[in-house]
């Protein structure tokens, strides 16, 4: 990378391929891609390479996936590159990046286009970090729960919620906005398609993240399981850990059928009261006493109202992630329960300074109708409404108009002086008495007028 070029870094971020070092058959620059010339990787994977390309008449930027050659005759990978970006479609959802293109290159390789995002995963911006402000973590909070309502409401499970799918892209001026990535492990739980369903007794996901009937193989897996790791995520972005990390996954996946949740509030003292109780919530060990995503959003917008400041008043800075350096990044295979089960690659950038933009302050959202609250059962009450004391209104200060005064460049007219007063009523206007007589006349004539037909 030049000096020149000063940039965030460019990738897509699909389930930590923007880390892991690339090898085997790649494309070569300038290679037609479904109508895009492809620039250079962007990063590569247990599934597949990214690449940058551009449209060469509208210029358009776009990424590139393109599946490994060893997995492009596999069936089971070949499905579930298709169901990514058929799941993405149709959600349809500004919260989710968009897959626009499908296709398969003249060697039998298959690749999607979509967006190219620039930014930085939530998993790297932690790794710089640390844990997140309480306001920060909530807006991300929400943003992730709307996009999951969306994809709910279309009966699509993600599965494999984790910092690492998830994509703070970076807007000029603004705080980063979420975009969920990584829809390979989605599952279509209306049972009248099997499209999407997985076989019985597999267990998909990555297991720091997974519920307890997910870590089961459960074949009752339902869009609850995508709250739970919510709360593992939302977990971690307020205290810096997971709840539960053990030293194997056999382990971490029985701690969370097994272990108490641990104490929030003491590993984070200060934290919101209904936070914590919301959180906690959300990490119930059986899905009918998790809260819904629709209560989990009435809550935030509530304490964003009274006990957790905006980003504003808060005081955050814009955090903008570091340019990467131009080389490849080593593997390397520590924390295995942190990667998605049935997917080989881990791999991480080495962790850099992070750039901030000082003295900008995000404009406020405009706000958005939250959806009604989904029909699935939720047996965790909501924390009760604070009482807040009516406002006395203060006497409006009675107005008044200063003398406005209008002069003239010229010697020759004089200044005149204008002043607001109020309009004349219009007055009611008397009778004369000539009037009167013009009327007498008038009626007279035309009697004499009358006659005078008659007589002829």
Not at 73 to 87: G, I, L, M, N, Q
Not at 272 to 294: D, N, Y
């Amino acid at each position: 990378m030049s000096e020149a070029d000063d940039r965030p870094t460019l990738n897509v971020g699909l389930a930590d391929e923007e880390d892991t070092a690339v090898e085997g058959k790649q494309l070569a620059p300038g290679t037609n891609v479904g109508g895009y010339l492809v620039e250079g990787i962007l990063g590569g994977g247990g599934m597949g390479v990214v690449y940058a390309a551009t449209h060469p008449i509208i210029g358009k930027r776009a990424a590139i996936k393109v599946l490994k050659p060893e997995l492009s005759h596999e069936p089971a990978a070949v499905e579930r590159f298709v169901t990514e970006a058929r799941s993405v479609n149709q959600i349809g959802h500004r919260n989710i990046v968009d897959i626009f293109d499908f296709g398969a290159l003249p060697d039998g390789r298959h690749f999607y286009l979509m967006d190219l995002l620039e930014g930085e995963s939530l998993r790297a911006r932690l790794r710089r970090t640390g844990a997140l402000h309480v306001s920060e973590a909530a807006s991300i909070i929400d943003e992730i729960a709307d996009a999951l309502m969306a994809a709910h409401g279309k009966g699509i499970v993600h599965r494999d919620l984790k910092p690492d799918n998830v994509f703070m892209l970076n807007v000029p001026g603004r705080w980063p906005e979420v975009r969920l990535l990584d829809w390979g492990l989605a599952k279509l739980v209306d049972p009248g398609s099997s499209k999407f369903r997985t076989a019985t007794g597999s267990v998909l996901g990555t297991p720091v993240y997974m519920s307890p009937e997910q870590a089961r193989a459960s074949d009752l897996v339902d869009a609850r399981t995508d709250i739970y790791a919510l709360g593992v995520l939302s977990f971690e972005l307020l205290s810096g850990r997971v709840p539960f990390h053990k030293q194997s996954s056999i382990d971490t996946l029985l701690a969370h059928q097994e272990d108490k949740i641990p104490s929030l509030a003491l590993r984070v003292p200060g934290l919101p009261e209904e936070l914590v109780q919301l959180i906690e919530a959300m990490l119930a060990k059986e899905p009918p006493g998790r809260p819904t995503l629709a209560a989990v959003r009435t809550v935030l917008k509530r304490l964003k109202g009274t006990k957790i400041p905006t980003l504003s008043v808060a005081g955050i800075e814009i955090s903008v992630p570091p340019s990467v350096p131009d080389k490849p990044v080593a593997v390397h295979s520590a924390f295995d329960e942190m990667v998605t089960v049935d997917q080989i690659r881990t791999a991480r950038e080495p962790i850099a300074a992070p750039r901030t933009i000082t003295g900008m302050r995000a404009p406020a959202r405009p706000r958005m109708q939250s959806p009604a609250l989904d029909s699935q059962y939720s047996g965790a009450p909501l924390p009760p409404m604070p009482s807040v004391p009516p406002r006395a209104e203060s006497p409006s200060p009675a107005m008044s108009f200063p003398e406005i005064q209008i002069s003239y460049a010229q010697d020759s007219m004089p200044a005149i002086a204008i002043s607001r007063t109020p309009t004349p009523q219009p007055q009611p206007v008397k009778k004369s008495r000539s009037a009167l007589v013009i009327v007498i006349v008038a009626l007279l004539v035309i009697a004499l007028g009358v006659v005078i037909l008659l007589n002829i």
